[in-house]
Nanobody, 116 residues
Framework: QVQLVESGGGLVQAGESLKLSCAAS????????MGWYRQAPGKQRELVAG???????NYADSVNGRFTISRDNAKTTVYLQMNSLKPEDTAVYYC??????????WGQGTQVTVSS
């Protein structure tokens, strides 16, 4: 079992920045990948960014160049630095972890609202 606790969401204006954090606890030894999805009202949940145990990262085309995913040395906390935010980035952002046994865990979600 893994617990994921997110923080850092909020309300900002277009062009501003936010940094999300996600702290993992529990069976962290089995984590392969951590990252972020988001879900806007009326839309499907979509992958925003992920980082593997080896440090390989991937990003959605819509955020590439604006968002940066990173983690701490203990590999238990991941961060999502979001720059040049746009109103279309407004969504609930969910942290996730994928494990070697194929399990996937989710955080409770944090709201990011970008006003124009």
């Amino acid at each position: 079992q893994v617990q994921l606790v997110e923080s850092g969401g909020g309300l900002v204006q277009a062009g501003e920045s936010l940094k999300l954090s996600c702290a993992a606890s529990g069976s962290i030894f089995s984590i392969n990948t951590m990252g972020w999805y988001r879900q806007a009202p009326g839309k499907q949940r979509e992958l925003v960014a992920g980082i593997t145990r080896s440090g390989r990262t991937n990003y959605a085309d819509s955020v590439n160049g604006r968002f940066t995913i990173s983690r701490d040395n203990a590999k238990t906390t991941v961060y999502l630095q979001m720059n040049s935010l746009k109103p279309e980035d407004t969504a609930v952002y969910y942290c996730y972890s994928e494990h070697v046994v194929g399990l996937k865990y989710w955080g409770q979600g944090t709201q990011v609202t970008v006003s124009s």
